[in-house]
């Protein structure tokens, strides 16, 4: 099962079966103990401020760089998406997909968290044109 760790020397949380043998932020070995979602959440929260439309659209752009998808190039969409998913992180505390709705569990609604698994979703995955779910990134032709 999924857990959520903390480094002690710099704070990175990672979220996986096991932390890290050594930390990839301050490269501190066994430096990550558990902490529970609730840190984890007001840990990743504090983050909220510096990152902020501009950072967000660089990163999902070099995220998409090489892979099999890009970000959508209709410019208009993906700026009312982003709005949304801005929205989402001012009332909900994360970047949440601005289609779908969040449950208020806190690990369910990582799944919702922005850029998802969205390759795995049948509006990407069987299409030659597939998008996610709500069109921010769609496969590269
Ligand atoms: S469906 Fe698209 S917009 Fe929604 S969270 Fe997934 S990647 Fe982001
Ligand atoms: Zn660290």
């Known amino acids: 099962m999924k857990k959520f760790w903390r480094c002690h020397v710099c704070n990175d949380v990672h979220y996986g079966v096991n932390p890290p043998e050594v930390c990839p932020t301050c490269l501190v070995k ?43 190039p209709d410019k208009k969409r993906v700026e009312t998406l982003l709005e949304g998913i801005f929205n989402c992180e001012k009332n909900h505390g994360m970047k949440y997909c601005p289609c779908r709705l969040i449950t208020k569990n806190f690990e369910d609604d990582l799944k919702l968290v922005c850029p998802c698994n969205f390759r795995i979703h049948e509006t990407y995955k069987n299409k030659e044109d597939g998008e996610c779910w709500c069109g921010l990134f769609i496969r590269r032709q």
Do not use: C, L, P
Request: hydrophobic fraction near 30%; avoid cysteine.
């Open 30 to 72: 066994k430096a990550y103990m558990e902490i529970s979602s609730e840190e984890a959440k007001k840990i990743s929260g504090r983050s909220e401020s510096t990152v902020d439309k501009v950072d967000f659209r660089k990163a999902i752009e070099k995220f998409s760089e090489g892979n099999q998808f890009q970000v959508n």
